[in-house]
């Protein structure tokens, strides 16, 4: 892996907050201001970082999926003048190949490997009767594995954002506890 930039970045301005303009400020309120913004960039740094690694994993998952329904429409030489079948194809192989051609942004690659698994599932579902029962069992079955991997991660970061929202509220006072008005 490359140099975490991001992390460096982030974890830099806090530094400069912290040496440079902490030290300059008299107000109560700016200082308290500057050494929140100088702890939250030093909470995201690593987060960042953990997001993009995340990110790239996602991505791999995805990319094997749609590399196994690209080889099994190949497969299918049955379907070769299906034209779903084929704009599939098409669609799988000029996105897999995408990787080889650029080093990818890991968010925008993200976003076009989702909108490709889309496609690919309302192609399948349109070949639903043209291929074998059991090549689309298996590929609906690791389609929803992905998918499944996706939801996960998606629920644990929203409950960790809100676990850690609540957190710093209550602890700086500026959201009751709850059942405080028992």
């Known amino acids: 892996m490359g140099t975490p930039i991001t992390k460096i970045m982030l974890e830099r301005s806090a530094q400069t907050i912290e040496q440079v303009i902490i030290p300059n400020l008299t107000a109560a309120f700016a200082l308290e201001q500057a050494m929140s913004i100088a702890t939250v960039l030093r909470f995201l ?11 790239k994993v996602e991505n791999e998952g995805m990319r094997e999926v749609l590399g196994r329904v690209l080889e099994a429409l190949r497969a299918e030489k049955a379907l070769s003048k299906n034209s779903v079948r084929n704009g599939l194809i098409e669609r799988l192989d000029h ?10 942004d890991v968010s925008e690659e993200n976003h076009n490997l989702k909108r490709a698994l889309m496609e690919t599932i309302y192609g399948l579902d349109a070949l639903t009767d043209d291929l074998p029962t059991k090549v689309m069992s298996s590929l609906r079955q690791q ?6 991997q996706q939801l996960d991660r998606g629920v644990a970061d929203a409950v960790g954002w809100i676990t850690a929202h609540m957190v710093t509220r209550v602890a700086s006072g500026t959201a009751p506890l709850p059942f405080s008005s028992w």
């Open 45 to 55: 740094a690593p987060v960042v970082e953990e997001k993009t690694q995340e990110l």
């Open 143 to 148: 389609i929803r594995s992905v998918l499944r």
């Open 95 to 104: 996105e897999l190949k995408k990787v080889e051609v650029e080093p990818p």
